[in-house]
């Protein structure tokens, strides 16, 4: 059964740093990724989708990393603003199952 | 577009009632799916629709029932009620199609806010 973890589960940065999110899975016979972003009280928005042919995904200052064969992804956002604040997950297929979840990470950007 | 809508947003009942959540999406996807959402556990996935006519468990479907009533809808039945089903419900639609083991971006609804005394 495919588990996915992702560490840390809360994060706290000043405004203008860069980040990394981590995102690990046990299964990696995965044909993709995917990163969303939620913020309280709302549903999800996905951010980046990574093929499993892919190593890496660019949208802004937004650049997801996929490794596979360690079973592991990384956000990576540049330059950190306070809007960037929110829950970051990450989640993968498994088997016929369409997408298991990470728990996310909350993160808060201090200006 | 107005993506993927959710009925209604907030709902409180009693052990024991019945209700039904209703989703609708206006992207003409294939592929539909319910979620609760619960802290410390994460989203998990109830039931999934592949394609409008077909529907299938997903990793917590006890307690609930689906129909695919079309392409554009899905709607989600608690027929009895538990404590245990208070939770957050997202629906959520995309080109996802298993035969082809494609999976294409996820757009999620607002969510419905559920209560059960």
């Known amino acids: 059964k495919q588990e996915v973890t992702q560490i840390p589960a809360a994060l706290s940065v000043p405004e203008g740093e860069n980040l990394v999110l981590n995102c690990s899975f046990t299964?990696?016979?995965?044909?993709?990724l995917q990163w969303f972003r939620q913020d309280p009280g709302k549903g999800l928005t996905s951010l980046l989708l990574?093929?499993?042919?892919?190593r890496e995904q660019t949208s802004g200052r937004l650049n997801a990393s996929l490794d596979k064969s360690s079973g592991r992804s990384t956000l990576y956002i540049a330059a950190s603003q306070p809007g960037d604040s929110a829950t970051y997950l990450c989640?993968?297929?498994?088997?016929?199952?369409?997408?298991?979840f990470g728990k996310g990470t909350r993160l808060s950007v201090i200006a | 577009n107005a993506g993927v809508t959710q009925t209604p947003k907030f709902q409180v009942l009693k052990t024991g009632q019945s209700m039904t959540l209703q989703c609708a999406q206006d992207?003409?996807?294939?592929?539909m799916y319910w979620y609760r959402q619960d802290p410390g556990m994460g989203l998990r996935l109830i039931y999934y629709?592949?394609?409008?006519?077909?529907?299938d468990k997903g990793e917590v479907p006890n307690g609930y029932n689906v129909s695919r009533l079309n392409k554009r809808e899905f709607s989600l039945r608690l027929e009895s009620a538990a404590p245990s089903q208070t939770s957050v419900y997202f629906c959520?639609?995309?080109?996802?199609?298993?035969?082809?083991?494609?999976?294409?971006?996820?757009?999620f609804g607002p969510g419905t806010r559920l209560l059960v005394l």
């Open positions: 959520a639609s995309s080109d996802l199609s298993l035969d082809r083991g494609i999976l294409e971006t996820q757009y």
């Open positions: 299964d990696s016979a995965i044909y993709n």
């Open positions: 990574i093929q499993s042919s892919q």
């Open positions: 989640a993968v297929p498994s088997g016929n199952t369409p997408l298991v």
């Open positions: 992207m003409n996807h294939n592929s």
């Open positions: 629709s592949a394609s409008e006519g077909t529907t």
